[in-house]
């Protein structure tokens, strides 16, 4: 679940919202919980190499880091409802930015990549009530004629995050030291813990014991890491060649089916399957993940194709990223605004063709390209950003009863998540599968017999160039174009894909009410 039962007007009075300065203060307070959170999702995502090289390991073992953050976060999430429940929301968002504050505090610490990976799992386990109990608690304190004020901040949190995280990630990564990173959420927690605690302690919402599905939870955090594990070990490992990525293969099967029928049997599920029988929540949940797992994995391609192969440093790699973020901000009122009057499955359309077309720009790039080349297919994207998540949103809750908004919300949080980490996982995957085909092909032109190698090898002995120096230079050159032709591939299916989600999109049914439900998905 994502949200306390997010209607509460069946329930005992409500306290009265807050005003003036204690308002003020306490607002910011929760919306640099969501902050926090979100900045977490991105700001790691540029600094990959230079934390895999610091602590001894590749690339693609540094994709751990996002990945494992990714997982535990959204194995988390179905369980946020039930903690809000048991122990109110109030306590619940208060004990997550603080145990998220100490896993930030011993992530930057962190002595090598298995400890960083394991802390980064504490993180995401922590942080799963911080965004639903950040917003739940913004509309509580604000009076119901300015909820709509307190959707805003809590939306504008969301994008700026998103912005900052690969630009801080990078200055701080090039400038100081990539600890820092998660140590900056250190003063951040502890001022909103304390803000949080100290303004709201005395509007604590009812409690009551619920059972839990430990066994459905059980057989969720099993098969979903099994999955997780064999895609990021799978690489390395040869994939089914090996007897360890075979066995993870298994469990991950027979977990996810034993997890399905305990689901569908289970009187108090973990999570409700039963509400896929909502066309629209079945379509809107399958088009919501597959927009996001493709953005997820772009937004991590990128940075480390500019840095790994094109010289990029991790500050201008997020620079690259950040006017992406500035146009969703600027376009997010528009779009708020025509949900009101236009079908969403209009805009959604408009949120998978500025996704299409930003991809296929990106596919047309060369290693000679420009930073602005690189930014504006980024700024193409900042459109899709400001239309894809409220949008989805709004069709996929349609037709779902307000009582089981906080459930549906839940797993369509729970679905995106993790299939942005498996996204991750998988790309990083068929870039180097990609590469290893390309410069395989490129090679077998780059002989003595081949014209044009002969040329350049003549060309670069005009310049001083010894035979083992020239060779060098060609061997670098060669790499980079199979990097190249490896980005391009991807950026090119993931543009089709998103053609594809167009076509997911119009077999909803249109909304019965365009207006965006109260409680939403970050």
Same mark, same amino acid.
């Given at each position: 679940?994502?949200?306390?039962?997010?209607?509460?007007?069946?329930?005992?009075?409500?306290?009265?919202?807050?005003? &003036?300065?204690?308002?003020?203060?306490?607002?910011?307070?929760?919306?640099?919980?969501?902050?926090?959170?979100?900045?977490?999702?991105?700001?790691?995502?540029? *600094?990959?190499?230079?934390?895999?090289?610091?602590?001894? @390991?590749?690339?693609? #073992?540094?994709?751990?880091?996002?990945?494992?953050?990714?997982? *535990?976060?959204? !194995?988390?999430?179905?369980?946020?409802?039930?903690?809000?429940?048991?122990?109110?929301?109030?306590?619940?968002?208060? %004990?997550?930015?603080?145990?998220?504050?100490?896993?930030?505090?011993?992530?930057? /610490?962190?002595?090598?990549?298995?400890?960083? /990976? $394991?802390?980064?799992?504490?993180?995401?386990?922590?942080?799963?009530?911080?965004?639903?109990?950040?917003?739940?608690?913004?509309?509580?304190?604000?009076?119901?004629?300015?909820?709509?004020?307190?959707?805003?901040?809590?939306?504008?949190?969301?994008? !700026? +995050?998103?912005?900052?995280?690969?630009?801080?990630?990078?200055?701080?990564?090039?400038?100081?030291?990539?600890?820092?990173?998660?140590?900056?959420?250190?003063?951040?927690?502890?001022?909103?813990?304390?803000?949080?605690?100290?303004?709201?302690?005395?509007?604590?919402?009812?409690?009551?014991?619920?059972?839990?599905?430990?066994?459905?939870?059980?057989?969720?955090?099993?098969?979903?890491?099994?999955?997780?594990?064999?895609?990021?070990?799978?690489?390395?490992?040869?994939?089914?060649?090996?007897?360890?990525?075979?066995?993870?293969?298994?469990?991950?099967?027979?977990?996810?089916?034993?997890?399905?029928?305990?689901?569908?049997?289970?009187?108090?599920?973990? $999570?409700?399957?039963?509400?896929?029988?909502?066309?629209?929540?079945?379509?809107?949940?399958? %088009?919501?993940?597959?927009?996001?797992? /493709?953005?997820?994995?772009?937004?991590?391609?990128?940075?480390?194709?500019?840095?790994?192969?094109?010289?990029?440093?991790? %500050?201008?790699?997020?620079?690259?990223?950040?006017?992406? =973020?500035?146009?969703?901000?600027?376009?997010?009122?528009?779009?708020?605004?025509?949900? =009101?009057?236009?079908?969403?499955?209009?805009?959604?359309?408009?949120?998978?063709?500025?996704?299409?077309?930003?991809?296929?720009?990106? +596919?047309?790039?060369?290693?000679?390209?420009?930073?602005?080349?690189?930014?504006?297919?980024?700024?193409? #994207?900042?459109?899709?950003?400001?239309?894809?998540? $409220?949008?989805?949103?709004?069709?996929?809750?349609?037709?779902?009863?307000?009582?089981?908004?906080?459930? @549906?919300?839940?797993?369509?949080?729970?679905?995106?998540?993790?299939?942005?980490?498996?996204?991750?996982?998988? %790309?990083?995957?068929?870039?180097?599968?990609?590469?290893?085909?390309?410069?395989?092909?490129?090679?077998?032109?780059?002989?003595?017999?081949?014209?044009?190698?002969?040329?350049?090898?003549?060309?670069?002995?005009?310049? &001083?160039?010894?035979?083992? #120096?020239?060779?060098?230079?060609?061997?670098?050159?060669?790499? #980079?174009?199979?990097?190249?032709?490896?980005?391009?591939?991807?950026?090119?299916?993931? &543009?089709?894909?998103?053609?594809?989600?167009?076509?997911?999109?119009?077999?909803?049914?249109?909304?019965?009410?365009?207006?965006?439900?109260?409680?939403?998905?970050?």
């Amino acid at each position: 679940m994502n949200a306390p039962a997010a209607s509460q007007s069946s329930g005992p009075p409500q306290p009265k919202p807050l005003t &003036g300065a204690q308002l003020a203060v306490t607002a910011i307070a929760l919306a640099l919980g969501t902050f926090m959170q979100v900045l977490d999702t991105t700001i790691a995502n540029v *600094s990959l190499p230079t934390i895999a090289g610091n602590l001894g @390991a590749s690339t693609d #073992q540094g994709t751990w880091v996002i990945t494992s953050f990714a997982v *535990s976060n959204g !194995i988390a999430v179905p369980l946020t409802g039930w903690l809000m429940v048991r122990f109110g929301v109030v306590r619940t968002f208060v %004990t997550s930015v603080a145990l998220f504050t100490i896993a930030s505090l011993l992530c930057g /610490i962190a002595w090598s990549l298995p400890a960083l /990976i $394991v802390f980064r799992i504490f993180q995401g386990a922590v942080s799963g009530p911080m965004i639903p109990g950040s917003q739940a608690l913004l509309i509580s304190i604000f009076p119901p004629e300015k909820r709509a004020t307190a959707l805003g901040i809590w939306s504008i949190t969301t994008l !700026i +995050a998103p912005i900052l995280g690969p630009i801080l990630g990078g200055v701080i990564s090039d400038n100081i030291s990539w600890g820092w990173i998660f140590l900056i959420n250190v003063p951040v927690g502890i001022v909103s813990a304390i803000l949080c605690w100290t303004n709201l302690a005395n509007r604590e919402t009812p409690t009551r014991k619920l059972p839990i599905d430990s066994v459905g939870l059980g057989l969720l955090v099993v098969w979903v890491g099994a999955l997780q594990i064999m895609l990021d070990l799978g690489k390395d490992a040869d994939w089914f060649a090996s007897t360890h990525i075979v066995v993870l293969g298994i469990v991950a099967a027979i977990g996810c089916a034993a997890w399905l029928i305990w689901e569908l049997t289970e009187t108090h599920p973990i $999570v409700d399957l039963s509400l896929f029988k909502n066309r629209n929540f079945a379509l809107g949940t399958l %088009t919501l993940c597959l927009g996001y797992a /493709i953005f997820f994995a772009n937004i991590l391609l990128l940075p480390l194709w500019l840095q790994v192969n094109l010289g990029y440093t991790a %500050t201008w790699a997020g620079l690259v990223a950040a006017p992406s =973020g500035v146009v969703a901000v600027f376009l997010t009122p528009l779009t708020a605004k025509l949900l =009101g009057r236009t079908d969403a499955r209009r805009i959604a359309t408009v949120a998978f063709v500025a996704f299409a077309v930003s991809y296929f720009m990106r +596919a047309n790039l060369t290693n000679d390209a420009s930073f602005w080349d690189f930014v504006m297919p980024l700024m193409v #994207q900042g459109i899709a950003m400001a239309t894809f998540f $409220v949008t989805m949103i709004t069709l996929s809750l349609d037709g779902i009863s307000p009582a089981r908004i906080p459930a @549906a919300s839940g797993i369509s949080n729970f679905m995106r998540i993790t299939a942005g980490s498996f996204a991750a996982s998988i %790309t990083t995957t068929l870039w180097d599968r990609r590469e290893a085909f390309h410069q395989n092909r490129l090679a077998e032109n780059a002989t003595v017999y081949s014209p044009v190698f002969r040329q350049a090898l003549e060309r670069l002995h005009h310049l &001083g160039f010894s035979d083992l #120096q020239a060779y060098g230079v060609m061997t670098h050159n060669l790499l #980079q174009q199979a990097y190249l032709k490896a980005s391009t591939d991807l950026f090119w299916a993931s &543009g089709w894909l998103s053609v594809i989600g167009i076509g997911l999109i119009w077999l909803t049914r249109r909304p019965e009410s365009a207006k965006p439900p109260a409680i939403a998905a970050d």
